[in-house]
């Protein structure tokens, strides 16, 4: 082949893309990329829990995805047994039963509301 004849992986009219300048001379990315890698790798790992997703370099990062993915299952599998027992339970029903008031007059109820607070119905009536 004579030095006229083109390739294509030689062609001399075609320039280079430019090299990229790497900003960390070890290999490890910079923060933004770093940023960048993790929202991607939360995204691909839906079934990961999001804050364990972390590391200050590109294999600390690929190396957390595990970890994050294994506390998922678990929290996921003992939400699915039922096991809350980690759980405080919640109070009881604040709402109070409104059909034991139904047969009272506007003043009967305020009384009762009154009486279950601990206030006394007498002090700060109008009228007294």
């Known amino acids: ?18 090299a990229t300048t790497d900003p960390a001379p070890s290999g ?14 939360i995204a691909a790992h839906p079934q990961a829990v999001p804050e364990l997703i972390a590391g ?5 990062l690929l190396a957390s995805v595990g970890p ?3 506390a998922y299952a ?26 034991r008031y139904d047969g009272l007059s506007p003043e009967g109820k305020i009384a009762v509301g009154l009486a279950t607070s601990g206030r006394s119905g007498a002090s700060g009536r109008v009228g007294e």
């Open 28 to 41: 490890d990315l910079n923060p933004e990329q770093l940023a960048q890698l993790r929202d991607t790798l």
């Open 68 to 70: 994050a993915r294994a």
């Open 56 to 60: 200050d370099s590109f294999a600390a």
């Open 74 to 99: 678990r929290i996921s599998e003992a939400a699915t047994r039922g096991d809350t027992s980690g759980i405080p339970r919640g109070g009881s029903v604040r709402a109070p039963d409104t059909t």
């Open 1 to 18: 082949m004579d030095e006229t004849t083109r390739t294509p992986n030689h062609d001399p009219d075609v320039t280079p893309p430019p």
